[in-house]
């Protein structure tokens, strides 16, 4: 784990420690300014290493990573929020590869690899409050679609030249590689806490699960989102 991650990670679980505790019985039963207001969020997502099995023995193993976001939602009423977010990820990992010498179907052997794997969804959310004041759980469900590039050549590289319109006449080189879009859909528990009339913080435990063409793994994360409502 990387001293960066280490401490988005231990900021993300201060915040979410500190919104548990801080409220006081005054505080708690404060009512929130967020009925029929909009509201704009950066997520920041503390993905959990993760086992990703394929067919006949592949797998992954993904390191933990940190994501992060932007998004936006329209607050119905105190309690029902409904909006859209994306997120972005890049993570390390090493994969086992079975292979096939001679195309006969048999496995000869494996080879591992390691490389850098690039993420992003979008995804529509929607969110239901316990309380209509400043302080409070929630439930949170998300579903949507996710783009995962694997970095791992898929052909040749690949070049042609062309006239921009800036630059004139240049040339470019480029690698094709593995890429999939799958469904994708999660649901989160959390606690909320506004500040004044427009900044608000979120803390919650995620779970998220990918749809892939043999299988649909489980994935969780801690989030932080910093909000403000307008």
């Not at 915040?15 to 505790?21: F, K, T």
């Not at 009512?31 to 992954?60: C, H, M, V, Y």
């Not at 050549?153 to 042609?160: H, L, M």
């Not at 063409?213 to 307008?230: K, Q, R, V, Y």
């Amino acid at each position: 784990m990387s001293r960066f991650t280490t401490r988005v990670l231990s900021a993300a679980l201060c915040a979410i420690a500190w919104l548990a505790v801080v409220p006081t019985p005054a505080t708690a039963q404060e009512r929130s300014f967020r009925e029929e207001k909009w509201q704009f969020f950066i997520p920041l997502n503390f993905t959990f290493s993760k086992t990703l099995d394929g067919q006949n023995g592949s797998s992954a193993d993904v390191n933990n990573d940190v994501s992060w976001g932007i998004g936006f939602g329209y607050n119905f009423n105190d309690r029902f929020m409904l909006g859209f977010q994306t997120t972005w990820l890049s993570a390390s990992y090493n994969a086992t590869i079975p292979y096939d010498d001679n195309g006969n179907g048999t496995q000869d052997g494996t080879t591992t690899i390691g490389g850098n794997l690039d993420a992003a969804s979008i995804q529509a959310v929607g969110q239901l409050n316990f309380m209509e004041s400043k302080f409070t759980p929630f439930v949170r469900g998300n579903l949507g679609i996710n783009y995962l590039d694997s970095n791992i050549p898929s052909a040749p590289p690949q070049g042609s030249c062309w006239w921009d319109p800036w630059w004139g006449y240049v040339c470019g080189t480029w690698q094709p590689t593995y890429t999939r879009t799958s469904f994708a859909f999660g649901g989160s528990v959390g606690l909320r806490k506004e500040f004044g009339r427009s900044f608000f913080l979120e803390g919650s435990y995620n779970l998220g699960w990918i749809a892939f063409a043999n299988s649909t793994p489980t994935l969780s994360a801690i989030e932080l989102n910093i909000g403000w409502l307008f």
